[in-house]
């Protein structure tokens, strides 16, 4: 089965810096999609940012962008000019390509610090 | 509103009573899926569906039932709760292929005593 590590179960980012979460993955797969969800105190999930393996150019959604390393199954999330309403859990998710399994990662608890 | 609706929102049993949490949506979405979130573990899945009639073990089945008779639902029944399933619910759903990205529900908190 694939597998979804996130190694940082805590990080601290000043407001207005810039802060980058890891995650690494495993498969034998050489086409799937990558996620990172935010889960703020409210526990809803909410999708932030997606990536197709298939593409080597880099996800970007405003103040979120990802550095993804195929070759070293690595899928990092930037978070620039970071806000208080950025302080969540993050969590890193893998796709297949037929769909049928998606596993999430332990998750990163980020606080912004003001 | 495209939405996964999840009841209930907060739920305390006790041992072995029963219980079923509901779970629906109105996205047309073929793949629908359980899973529960704990301190440390992350999200694990507990049962998915990819189609009417069609369900398959998570990584975490034992002590869970679940059924898809209908497209938009996709109850969890717990026959005889134990407090090792206490725990935060999440019901969510997708269409197939293409990657697509999960609409999750809100969230069950369940406490078994």
Redesign the interface.
């Known amino acids: 089965a694939q597998t979804v590590t996130q190694s940082q179960p805590e990080m601290s980012v000043q407001e207005a810096e810039t802060v980058t979460l890891s995650c690494t993955y495993d498969t034998s797969e050489s086409d799937y999609y990558l996620f990172w969800y935010k889960q703020p105190p409210s526990r809803q999930m909410i999708l932030v940012i997606r990536q197709e393996a298939y593409k080597q150019q880099n996800a970007t959604e405003n103040r979120f962008s990802v550095n993804f390393q195929k070759a070293a199954k690595s899928f990092s999330l930037k978070i620039s000019d970071s806000q208080l309403g950025d302080a969540a859990m993050y969590f890193c998710a893998y796709r297949s390509r037929t769909g049928n399994q998606f596993y999430f990662g332990t998750g990163t608890s980020l606080t912004v610090i003001p | 509103e495209a939405q996964v609706t999840q009841n209930p929102r907060y739920l305390i049993t006790v041992t072995g009573k029963k219980l079923t949490v509901t779970c629906s949506q109105n996205m047309n979405h073929e793949?629908m899926?359980w899973?529960r979130q704990d301190p440390?573990?992350?999200?694990?899945?507990i049962y998915?569906s990819?189609n009417v009639e069609v369900t398959?073990k998570g990584?975490v089945p034992e002590g869970y039932k679940v059924s898809r008779k209908e497209k938009r639902n996709f109850p969890l029944i717990l026959e005889s709760p134990s407090p090792n399933q206490t725990s935060?619910y999440?019901c969510?759903s997708?269409f197939?292929?293409q990657?697509?990205?999960?609409t999750?529900g809100?969230?069950t908190r369940l406490t078994v005593v």
């Open positions: 793949y899926s899973y440390g573990l992350g999200l694990r899945q998915y990819m398959d990584d935060l999440f969510a997708s197939l292929g990657g697509y990205g999960y999750f809100s969230g």
